[in-house]
């Protein structure tokens, strides 16, 4: 395993028991990192890590539910398609039926991403700057700024004038 030393920073190999730069003794501080554990370790401890693998997981969880949710409304669809439409012959009640169903799925769809399009435009908000709010962030009305044109402006000109003088 790869490790820099703590004394001076130079780059050595965890078997390596002393320092080549400066001699101090790594047998600690190695027995230390392996204790530790890997540098993968501690990078999959991260809370990066952790957020990337509990989006991961709510992401399947999402995709199962709506599996599950997707199954159950086919399901029903069949149920009534079979059972309504074709065994008893009432194409006209259970066609309704379907359409009154899929209309109640459409508008719980819709709410859903109507609230998660909201959710999501609350966190990317930005806070709106109001009048006088800028005022302390301003430096002291007292300091003079100095303009950086100014002084360019009289360089140019006296150039120009020394430029007319050699001719």
Sequence with gaps: MAMFCPNCGSATSSEVKFCRKCGLGLTEVSEFLVAQGSAEDIAAK???????????????????LIAAGATLVGSIFYAIITEIIIAKGEVLPGSIFLAVLAALIAAGLLLTYSQAIRKSGKANNRAE???????????DPSINPISVTERTTELLKADKRRERREF
Aim: hydrophobic share 35%; net charge positive; proline share 13%.
């Design 129 to 139: 700057l109001k009048p006088g709010s800028t005022v302390p962030l301003l430096p």
């Design 46 to 64: 991260s809370p990066d890590a952790i957020d990337r693998k509990k989006k991961r997981v709510e992401l399947i969880a999402r995709t199962l």
